[in-house]
């Protein structure tokens, strides 16, 4: 006997996106020591936790260090101070009623896309936009939806593309699918849907009986009035939908890490013999067998966001990396660049010039203006010839790679 290996792991491309990014560019410091690299690959944010976010993790780090305060396994669910907040602040104002056991604090909205797959059945047929946020797309293949890649896309997956010629808008699926992911505003595209181009989907979805998986983490970047804040202001969309949120790009929790998913009890699927389920207390029951929860500190200091100090301090935030978002997109654009995004999210997809490829376009950048990027054919198929950039940097440092790319010659 020997050990068997999960062989759907020999069906992943032979390096996961960002790390081949960051082996390029680790070899390129190696290489050039002095080079002063600016980073607008990986959307890391880089401004510090805000002040009321660092006073409510220090006051939860002192009662951990009391007896009387000290808190030991939390529900793996999340605490309820949490999740009401998310409600009142999140969802309310938007005229979203939701239950608290609806709402499931986790570590990250990439562990939640990836790991929502595992209480649905293997034999689902799955769709994904192209470009896609590859998390959606690997984790997949992982389980063994997918089959093998043949010409860069996987057999067993629907792609919807995403390009200049349908205005980024994917069409519907022309073919039977059971679970569609769908990311707005847009990572890596940067594009947005309007509540009536969402509502053509949540219908389909409830003509069909299938499950939207809609990545919402880029909320708080909307600066448009018909792009709807949560797939839930759609008539109906609690019955065919769950929605994903983080605070890492809310309030720069990348490093802190925390996240929610909604699982509406109006949502189900359905078993072999064709009877309804719901599916909020399988999801339930696979955070409270496979996750710890969130530490009580993180927790707190998420609820903090919503404070009116927190708030102010956050949309304050968020206001200077769309600031950076501005530049890029005028800058590039005033090069004679094709650019999309940027308006409600913090993601600018330039159409790379000449009809250079996207790796060639990422070498460019790296090599001669010493930025990077993010290879658009790495989202997929439908990426290839688009290169991401990201508004997560500094404002000097923005303004800095916008001026080394004006002075290229594409």
């Not at 649905?120 to 093998?148: H, L, S």
């Not at 008539?235 to 309030?251: C, L, M, N, P, W």
């Not at 501005?326 to 000449?354: A, H, M, Q």
Request: net charge negative.
């Amino acid at each position: 006997m020997v050990v068997k290996i999960n062989e759907n792991y020999l069906k992943l491309k032979s390096s996961y996106l960002f790390v081949e990014v960051a082996r390029r560019e680790a070899e390129f410091i190696k290489n050039n020591p002095d080079a002063d690299v600016i980073k607008m690959g990986i959307g890391d944010v880089t401004k510090p936790l805000v002040p009321a976010v660092i006073k409510a993790f220090q006051d939860a780090v002192e009662e951990m260090g009391n007896a009387d305060t000290f808190m030991g396994y939390g529900p793996e669910q999340g605490y309820d101070f949490l999740a009401e907040a998310i409600i009142k602040n999140d969802y309310e104002k938007y005229g979203i009623s939701l239950d608290t056991s609806e709402v499931f604090i986790s570590d990250g909205a990439k562990c939640d896309t990836g790991n929502i797959q595992e209480i649905f059945g293997i034999d689902n047929k799955i769709a994904v936009t192209d470009p896609v946020y590859t998390v959606y797309v690997d984790t997949n293949v992982m389980a063994g939806r997918t089959g093998e890649m043949v010409d860069g896309m996987y057999e067993g997956l629907t792609y919807l593309k995403c390009n200049t010629e349908n205005g980024f808008v994917p069409e519907l699926p022309s073919e039977p699918v059971d679970i569609i992911y769908l990311c707005y505003p847009n990572n890596p595209t940067g594009t947005t849907l309007t509540k009536d181009q969402l509502k053509v989907f949540v219908d389909w979805a409830k003509e069909n009986k299938a499950v939207i998986l809609f990545d919402a983490a880029y909320e708080i970047f909307i600066n448009e009035d018909d792009v709807p804040h949560s797939i839930y202001e759609i008539e109906g969309a609690k019955e065919v939908a769950i929605e994903f949120r983080s605070f890492s790009k809310t309030a720069g929790f990348t490093g802190t890490r925390c996240a929610y998913t909604v699982v509406p009890k109006e949502l189900v699927g359905y078993d072999s013999e064709g009877n309804a389920v719901e599916i909020n207390p399988l999801w339930n029951r696979r955070q409270t067998t496979k996750f710890n929860g969130v530490s009580y500190p993180v927790q707190r200091a998420a609820e903090a966001t919503y404070s009116p100090e927190g708030r102010k301090q956050v949309e304050e935030i968020i206001d200077y990396y769309m600031a950076n978002a501005k530049v890029i997109r005028e800058s590039l654009t005033d090069l004679g660049l094709e650019v999309y995004g940027g308006i409600s999210s913090p993601y600018i997809w330039v159409k790379t010039p000449n009809d250079m490829d996207s790796w060639d376009f990422f070498d460019l950048l790296l090599n001669e203006a010493n930025v990077v990027g993010t290879p658009g054919s790495g989202f997929g198929p439908s990426g290839e010839g688009y290169l991401r950039l990201t508004a997560f940097n500094t404002l000097e440092n923005t303004k800095e790679a916008m001026d080394r790319i004006s002075k290229l010659e594409f």
